[in-house]
Antibody, heavy 117, light 112 residues
Framework: EVQLVESGGGLVQPGGSLRLSCAAS????????MHWVRQAPGEGLVWVSRINGDGSSTSHADSVKGRFTISRDNTKKTLHLQMSSLRVEDTAVYYC??????????WGQGTLVTVSS | DVVMTQSPLSLPVTLGQPASISCRSSQSLAYRDGNTYLSWFQQRPGQSPRRLIYEVSSRGSGVPDRFSGSGSGTDFTLKISRVEAEDVGLYYC?????????FGQGTKVEVK
């Protein structure tokens, strides 16, 4: 059974940093593109970042470029999102997701990041 | 970025009756490999999104056959043949043809 379990969310002040993690199991993690998608309270889904199977290719949404960094550790089957210079508008539930057929397939349960003073 | 526009944004439904959601993209979603990367997601209250449909009309694993997708180019539709109580929630279309991926604003399906 495929499982994606996010962790690392919490309350952080504007300008602060946070590192999210996503532990994967039940599939060959290293062969899949992985993504972060976020959802602000009461809002829709927004794609944030992606990384290829061996970690050599990444991209980020313009809204987080230069502040967020996606990475992965295939030996530990874990995806990460390093977030810095956080803004109030980054407040959201952050989901990790695996990709098949050029779309998110399996999703984690999400981790809430709240940026507030 | 490609803008995805869903309608209606709110859809009151009667259990056992059909329902339909439209999704329109600001650019064609047909890719040069012959595929069209349009997906549909369901998000039940308090849950994570779940993929229902990929590449316009292919149902995901375990997705009931009352869900179907159709369309081409810039116009797409998700249909529920007979709405059940467990279908209540938000539905999103998403395009994967152009970077960055973009989602529709969501359609809230609720029982009348």
């Amino acid at each position: 059974e495929v499982q994606l379990v996010e962790s690392g969310g919490g309350l952080v002040q504007p300008g602060g940093s946070l590192r999210l993690s996503c532990a994967a199991s039940g599939f060959t993690f290293s062969t899949y593109w992985m993504h972060w998608v976020r959802q602000a309270p009461g809002e829709g889904l927004v794609w944030v970042s992606r990384i290829n199977g061996d970690g050599s290719s990444t991209s980020h949404a313009d809204s987080v470029k230069g502040r967020f960094t996606i990475s992965r550790d295939n030996t530990k089957k874990t995806l990460h999102l390093q977030m810095s210079s956080l803004r109030v508008e980054d407040t959201a539930v952050y989901y990790c997701a695996s990709e098949t057929h050029w779309a998110p397939d399996y999703w984690g349960q999400g981790t809430l990041v709240t940026v507030s003073s | 970025d490609v803008v995805m526009t869903q309608s209606p944004l709110s859809l009151p439904v009667t259990l056992g009756q059909p329902a339909s959601i439209s999704c329109r993209s600001s650019q064609s979603l047909a890719y040069r490999d012959g595929n069209t990367y349009l997906s549909w997601f369901q998000q039940r209250p308090g849950q994570s999104p779940r993929r229902l449909i990929y590449e316009v009309s292919s149902r995901g694993s375990g997705v009931p056959d009352r869900f179907s997708g159709s369309g081409s180019g810039t116009d797409f539709t998700l249909k529920i043949s007979r709405v059940e109580a467990e279908d209540v929630g938000l539905y999103y279309c998403m395009q994967g043809t152009h970077w960055p991926w973009t989602f529709g604003q969501g359609t809230k399906v609720e029982v009348k």
